[in-house]
């Protein structure tokens, strides 16, 4: 089992910047990617970006592209996703997800992840 803990969602302004962290804990060594998801009311899920848990290059969906970075801190069995230019349609609650399957398997299908963290909410006013 693997426990999946977000925190750092939060309200800016258009523009600002915050950085998500994911705090994994249990038999984190079954997880082989991690991404992060997003879900605005009304929407479905969908993925935001992705990472091998034993590295590798990330991967963005489309929306996000330079302006979010995921990055990873095996030691501290943690993962980040640092959002800058932060805009209205970014608001969402945040998810962090754990697959056993690779990232090339997993894609950005919620199905095929195993482990997901309660979610943190980010507010991006205009």
């Known amino acids: 089992q693997v426990q999946l803990v977000e925190s750092g969602g939060g309200s800016v302004q258009a523009g600002g910047s915050l950085r998500l962290i994911c705090a994994a804990s249990g038999y984190t060594r079954s997880r082989n990617c991690m991404a992060w998801f997003r879900q605005a009311p009304g929407k479905e899920r969908g993925g935001v970006a992705r990472?091998?848990?034993?590295?590798?290059?990330?991967v963005y969906a489309d929306s996000v592209k330079g302006r979010f970075t995921i990055s990873q801190d095996n030691a501290k069995n943690a993962v980040y996703l640092q959002m800058n230019s932060l805009k209205p349609e970014d608001t969402a609650l945040y998810y962090c997800?754990?697959?056993?399957?690779?990232?090339?398997?997993?894609?950005?299908?919620?199905?095929?992840?195993?482990?997901w963290g309660q979610g943190t909410q980010v507010t991006v006013s205009s």
């Open positions: 990472i091998a848990a034993g590295g590798g290059a990330p």
């Open positions: 997800a754990a697959s056993l399957r690779l990232c090339e398997l997993a894609t950005y299908a919620p199905s095929r992840y195993n482990y």
